[in-house]
């Protein structure tokens, strides 16, 4: 990539001024700039964040350029409703800083000004070179670290660290047009995600460039260019040398956004399952039935639902789905090792977590329930009064209950319990007790609490492993 050879520092005395300082680097072969005006684009300020335009007016009236930029541009390009404005400036942080009384440095690689109004922030980039390419995963660029630090670029070298085209586009506050570098508007027109560079050689640099291509070509309905599709198989392994904890982000961000469904299709597709759920991959092409895949596409399904009508969607029900598959196989071969029921379900929940960690930072606070989730499903078949009164009770009750919708969808299965417990919620305490008491099966349990109903157990927990069948 030339744009490090073309990165210079901004001298922090210097008030460089906004349009007057771009000008094309003839030494960059790609980059040239193409203005598109406002009446060329589809981009209304009534769209953009009044923050935003806030922040841009302000830099503009100081004699700094500011541009809106990334994400939100392309997706206004698209009609779509950006969650974030990002703007990117050639002001230093400081010089932002200065600007605002509402405004916070953070990062200590990259100092990035955001400006806070509120509960929304503008984050505002001061243009910088592919020095840092925001991965993340130190350990891939040991060496000049440093220098990474403090270099600033040009708008220029600024289009050219970013990852697609469709990302490098700048919206102009002074006269409302779009500018482009890198051919980004045409590829948004013709909704193709291209990466800019070499992309086997951007992929190299960070990984996560592949699941961002998968995430965003599912979110904006794009097609992933030849050249960009191509290397994507070949190199999926490379993702184990991501950060888990920037893993986990980026699954948050592809299968909570509303296009779970599409993101796991292009998983599948491009051959990216086995690099970041190893387990539940395996898992899924050893089960001829395809019922453990098709529950989780119903699950994937329901929670991009949920997404389109807002409602909450949660990270402990999302990893439960999506290491289900695991789940099911780690426990059919504890069981058929002889281990009991009960026991075999702790380990196999303890070694999945435990193995997906190794990829996924998946946090504590989300496996904990995860983990509750996949237990709580081996308790449904009791209908013994105390353990059906503190089920109901369970703080984890509601989620594992819909898992359990989950897998009658898919298996046809659970179909009883499913309609018990459906009932069971809408009951009053006397009315649960009178209903029990009413069910000739589930009489023989009631005073009976606390010795253990073994042999329905045994059914239970071998009908979770039934699903991998
Ligand atoms: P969305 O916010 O819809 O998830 P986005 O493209 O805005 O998508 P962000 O993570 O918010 O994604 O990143 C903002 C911008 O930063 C991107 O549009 C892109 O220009 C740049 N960027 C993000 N990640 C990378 C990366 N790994 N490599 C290069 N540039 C990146
Ligand atoms: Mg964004």
Same mark, same amino acid.
């Given at each position: ?21 771009? +000008?094309?680097?003839? %030494? ?13 684009? +589809? ?45 990117? +400036? ?74 697609? +085209? ?15 570098? =890198? ?8 909704? %193709? ?127 439960? =789905?999506? =290491? ?46 995860? %983990? ?11 209908? %013994? ?85």
């Amino acid at each position: 990539m030339p744009a490090g050879r073309n990165s210079r520092l901004i001298d922090p005395q210097s008030n460089p001024h906004g349009p007057a300082t771009i +000008t094309s680097q003839p %030494q960059i072969p790609a980059v040239s700039l193409r203005v598109i005006p406002r009446d060329q684009h +589809t981009i209304s300020r009534k769209d953009i964040s009044p923050n935003a335009l806030r922040v841009l007016y302000r830099l503009r009236d100081a004699g700094y350029a500011g541009y809106l930029v990334g994400g939100a541009v392309r997706d206004l390009l698209v009609g779509g409703h950006p969650k974030d404005f990002d703007v990117a +400036t050639d002001a230093t942080p400081e010089q932002v800083k200065h600007l605002f009384r509402n405004c916070r440095l953070i990062g200590r690689r990259f100092r990035l000004a955001h400006v806070v109004f509120g509960r929304e922030i503008i984050e505002v980039a001061t243009f910088r070179a592919n020095i840092d390419d925001g991965s993340g995963d130190r350990q891939l660029h040991e060496g000049g670290r440093l220098l990474r630090d403090n270099v600033y670029g040009s708008i220029e070298d600024d289009a050219v660290r970013r990852d697609f +085209t469709a990302n490098a586009l700048y919206y102009a506050i002074e006269d409302f047009s779009v500018r482009d570098y =890198l051919g980004g508007f045409e590829d948004v027109q013709a909704r %193709q995600m291209k990466l800019i560079g070499d992309p086997e050689q951007r992929y190299r640099e960070d990984p996560v460039r592949m699941l961002r291509a998968i995430r965003l070509s599912a979110k904006l309905g794009f097609e992933i260019g030849a050249e960009t599709a191509e290397p994507i198989p070949r190199l999926a392994s490379l993702l184990s040398e991501a950060a888990p904890a920037r893993l986990f982000e980026e699954l948050l961000k592809m299968f909570l956004s509303g296009h779970a469904v599409a993101s796991f299709e292009g998983l599948e597709r491009f051959g990216l399952l086995p690099a970041i759920l190893p387990e539940t991959a395996a898992a899924l092409s050893s089960n001829r039935s395809g019922a453990l895949r098709r529950m989780l596409l119903e699950g994937l399904r329901g929670t991009d639902l949920r997404v389109a009508n807002d409602e909450p969607v949660s990270p402990a029900f999302l990893f439960a =789905l999506l =290491l289900w598959p695991a789940y099911c196989r780690a426990l059919m071969a504890l069981q058929a090792g002889g281990m009991n029921a009960e026991e075999a379900q702790r380990r196999a929940a303890d070694r999945v977590t435990l193995h997906q960690l190794q990829t996924v930072a998946l946090p504590r606070r989300f496996s904990l329930p995860m %983990q509750e989730i996949w237990l709580l499903q081996s308790r449904f078949s009791t209908r %013994q009064r105390k353990r059906v009164t503190r089920l109901l009770a369970h703080p984890r009750f509601r989620a594992a209950y819909d898992f359990l919708l989950l897998r009658l969808v898919a298996s046809g299965e659970h179909a009883e319990d499913v309609e018990f417990w459906r009932e069971a919620q809408t009951l009053s305490g006397d009315a649960l007790s009178a209903s029990l008491g009413a069910e000739g099966g589930a009489d023989a349990y009631l005073g009976e609490d606390d010795a253990p109903p073994k042999r329905r157990r045994r059914r239970r927990s071998s009908s979770a492993a039934a699903a991998t069948e």
